[in-house]
């Protein structure tokens, strides 16, 4: 008499016929059991056990998930589903929450060491918070650094969502009871032995002709020539000399600090607020390292408060603020000096004497900096000067600015391209990537001409970026979707290449069939659709579209006494 198959599962006394699939993800996969009718039957969970002809395979912590009843020639029978263990991952079933920030990348892409963990230690993180142990995240990439700000995050979600970063998906290793990330397509081939079916197909990928990173805003630092402003009555931004309220000998040393040359009332008010305190970016000007041609205007500019430069506070790498240096009276109010700090303009800012020391402030969107104290120049030609005559301090902001194209009017960003080789004209399929920023910083000699440009291209940016393109192509790696049928309980492992394995027991004996490349449709759906249902929950769920638990997926234990009570 040949072998028989069986199949076990706590508290349930007479299967029929048990049949498991066991796929890729961080949705469960089912087993279907078709049972003799069992009055008073709970089904609370357990291990799932086939056997067959010696050999033995055991999903662990199963849980019931559904059930029904159907009637056919032999009678009434009932079906159970059965979830993996896998149930416990999910949201609704106490799948845990995960908080943090890492990666957190200054606005020139330097990532704060203080916060740095790559893309295994990230994985490791994950799954402890999921409870797992023993799991083997190393077919991810231990040299890149992925953002994420988790906020209560569902850690099977952001597991699954890091994973498909780079072309890997999530594997419950049965065989060993482990979780894996495995690059898909990559693993075993099928076993050898004797074959009841054998399906294979070809399916030749439709591979664009090329492959794209686009980054974030380019970021372009420089050092920007500022002219003095003031508000008029009007409430638009002139310069001084243009100024409805503007004495006629100007703002003279005796009109400062108490502007008593200027109109008592408003004008006096916007007079000591703004004159000598406001200085704006000047146009046109030159963005070192942008080839798009001269900027007219703020309107094509974002300006930021800080520069591509970094320094090191508290153990922590940040942008510096922005800064400003120049020619300017240092003590207008003194009479004890009447020299500026300097005698001409140096690029070199590593000295006290040409930075400005004193309280500012940047207005970004209008392109403004404005001071705390008065900020003028002593004009005065004598030298020594016997006296101070006020004229606009000769200033530079040092900081990054975001650089719209004069053609398009879009941002300029750094894009990072791979041919594949095709020949269709398809164009370039993208991947949006806005955490990766371009940098550019500008070397002036001592007449303020750009010598040079230093970039992050080659040491930060280029190799994010290859990364990024490697896991795109693993998408239109050539596949051979193949299928076979095999008598008995085949044991094999799920890798990133075996996709889906059936155990099936029942009166007609026992066989495995064993997918590589390829989910059998008839059975599950797509790794791709699985993926995409779960994003969308959890976009919806984000949006307050969805409850935090769904009533009608309760534990088990509260349905099935139902069921079993009524059939």
């Known amino acids: 008499m040949p072998p028989q198959g069986l199949c076990s599962f706590p508290g349930v006394n007479q299967i029929m016929s048990a049949s498991l699939d066991i796929v890729h993800g961080i949705t469960p996969s089912v087993a279907q059991i078709l049972m003799v009718p069992q009055p008073g039957f709970v089904g609370a969970g357990g291990n799932l056990v086939f056997t067959f002809n010696g050999q033995v395979v055991t999903l662990y912590d199963c849980r019931c998930d559904a059930a029904q009843f159907e009637v056919s020639e032999r009678g009434q029978l009932w079906r159970l589903s059965i979830f993996d263990r896998r149930w416990k991952w999910s949201r609704e079933r ?34 402890e918070a999921m409870n797992e142990s023993g799991f083997n995240v190393g077919d991810l990439p231990n040299d890149d650094y992925p953002p994420v700000d988790w906020d209560g995050a569902w850690p099977a979600g952001e597991l699954a969502n890091l994973a498909d970063r780079y072309g890997a998906r999530v594997v419950l290793e049965y065989l060993s009871n482990t979780v894996a990330i495995r690059i898909a397509g990559e693993g075993a081939e099928l ?29 372009f630092q420089g050092d920007w020539i500022l002219e003095a402003v003031g508000l008029d009555t009007d409430g638009t931004v002139k310069q001084i000399a243009a100024l409805s309220y503007a004495p006629t000998e100007g703002f003279s040393y005796n009109c400062i600090p108490f502007m008593k040359q200027v109109e008592a009332g408003e004008k006096r008010e916007l007079a000591l607020r703004t004159v000598f305190k406001w200085y704006r970016i000047k146009f046109p000007l030159t963005v070192p390292g942008f080839q798009g041609g001269q900027i007219e205007s703020i309107n094509q500019l974002a300006i930021e408060s800080e520069q591509c430069d970094t320094v090191t506070i508290d153990g922590a790498e940040v942008n510096k603020p922005a800064e400003i240096a120049g020619i300017y009276y240092p003590e207008p109010l003194s009479s004890q ?62 900081t990054a600015v975001q650089v719209r194209d004069p053609n398009t009017w879009g941002w300029t960003r750094y894009e990072k391209t791979r041919d594949t080789g095709g020949t269709w004209n398809t164009g370039t399929r993208w991947a949006q990537h806005d955490e990766l920023n371009l940098t550019s910083t500008p070397s002036y000699d001592t007449d303020y001409n750009v010598e040079s440009t230093a970039t992050n291209q080659g040491d930060t940016v280029d190799p994010q970026c290859e990364t990024l393109l490697d896991a795109l192509e693993r998408e239109y790696q050539m596949k051979l979707p193949q299928s076979i049928s095999y008598p008995g309980l085949m044991l094999v492992e799920l890798d990133g290449a075996i996709q889906h394995i059936t155990f099936s027991v029942g009166e007609n004996g026992c066989t495995t069939v064993i997918s590589r490349n390829t989910e059998r449709r008839d059975c599950v759906d797509t790794y791709k659709e699985m993926r995409f249902r779960e994003r969308g929950k959890e976009v919806h769920r984000r949006a307050g579209h969805l409850p935090p638990v769904n009533p009608e997926h309760a534990e088990l234990n509260h349905l099935l006494p139902k069921f079993f009570q009524q059939h």
């Not at 076993?191 to 970021?219: K, N, Q, W």
């Not at 705390?372 to 000769?394: C, I, M």
């Open 94 to 127: 106490g799948g845990g929450k995960l908080s943090g920030q890492w990666n957190v990348r200054n606005s020139n892409g330097d990532l704060d060491e203080s916060r740095k963990k790559n893309a295994q230690e990230l994985a490791g993180m994950i799954l």
């Open 191 to 219: 076993p050898e032995g004797v074959v009841l079916a054998d399906s294979l197909t070809i399916d030749p990928p439709e591979v664009p002709d090329t492959l794209g990173i686009l980054c974030g805003h380019t970021r």
């Open 337 to 398: 000096s009447r020299t500026n700090n300097v005698t001409a303009e140096n690029p070199d800012w590593t000295t006290d004497a040409i930075k400005y020391q004193k309280p500012f402030t940047v207005d970004t969107k209008l392109g403004i900096v404005k001071f705390s104290d008065l900020v003028f120049r002593n004009t005065e030609t004598a030298d020594p000067p016997t006296k101070v005559t006020t004229g606009q301090a000769t200033l530079r902001l040092r």
